[in-house]
């Protein structure tokens, strides 16, 4: 099947500032990527839509300018955490959506990546 | 409103035992339905994925049903091993014209123990 990766898988940072995480589709191409956030023992989030070329969607209550999306390239997605908090701790994982080999849109896939663990001290 | 509801939200079983975790949405117009697997710290894995004209999809040990009058599913765990210890996440997909969106459920977690 295909592959997302995620870059780092962890991260440690100071309060303040800025954490970029990386989401790459290895072996296909992703128009669209999706970007969720994991508290422990919830489910996932979606905080926004990555469109190739274009500005993110971002779900309601999701703040644009302390979340930056930008997807410059078929096979990346980068989010980066601006000014980071203690609350933004949290576990982010990409999405990545591949229509090139699926017939139908009922068996459009959306590949998960590992996650990106984010610790703000 | 959209919603999938999972339960148990935890279950714990010994190895060898088969376990079933049920799912319940009101999720429309609906698309399909898909159980993940995740393990702790690490990112969903698909396991299964039906439509609205599929009654029942196995992969090896996990067999899901789904009964699309009632909008229930359950996912069933055949023979447990140690490794089938994760959390369970059944999510709906809503279609409508161009509109796709995946609602999730908050997962069952699952310890399989010797």
């Known amino acids: 099947g295909a592959v997302v990766s995620q870059h780092p898988s962890r991260v440690i940072c100071k309060s303040g500032t800025s954490v970029k995480i990386e989401c790459r589709s290895l072996?296909?191409?992703?128009?669209?990527m999706f970007w969720y956030r994991q508290f422990p023992k919830k489910s996932l989030m979606l905080m926004a839509t990555?469109?190739?070329?274009?500005?993110?969607?971002?779900e309601q209550g999701v703040e644009k300018d302390k979340f930056l999306i930008n997807h410059a390239s078929l096979t990346l997605s980068t989010l980066t955490v601006t000014s980071a908090h203690p609350e933004d701790s949290s576990f982010y994982i990409c999405?990545?959506?591949?229509?090139?080999?699926?017939?139908?849109?009922?068996?459009?896939?959306?590949?998960f990546g590992p996650g990106t663990r984010l610790l703000v001290l | 409103k959209n919603q999938v509801e999972q339960s148990p939200q935890s279950l714990i079983i010994l190895e060898g035992k088969n376990c079933t975790l049920q799912?319940?949405?009101?999720?429309?117009?609906?698309?399909?339905l898909r159980w993940y697997k995740q393990d702790t710290g690490r990112g969903p894995v698909s396991l299964t994925i039906?439509?609205?004209?599929?009654n029942t999809k196995s992969n090896g040990r996990y067999t899901a049903t789904l009964d699309a009058d009632t909008k229930q599913s359950s996912l069933h765990i055949t023979a447990s091993q140690l490794s089938d210890s994760a959390s369970y996440i059944c999510?709906?997909?809503?279609?409508?014209?161009?509109?796709?969106?995946?609602?999730f459920g908050a997962g069952t977690r699952l310890a399989v123990h010797p």
């Open positions: 999405s990545a959506r591949d229509l090139t080999s699926n017939p139908t849109p009922y068996q459009e896939t959306q590949y």
């Open positions: 072996d296909f191409q992703a128009t669209t």
């Open positions: 990555s469109n190739e070329g274009s500005k993110a969607t971002y």
């Open positions: 799912c319940n949405y009101t999720v429309s117009p609906f698309s399909n």
């Open positions: 039906m439509t609205f004209s599929e």
């Open positions: 999510v709906v997909r809503a279609f409508s014209g161009g509109y796709n969106k995946l609602i």
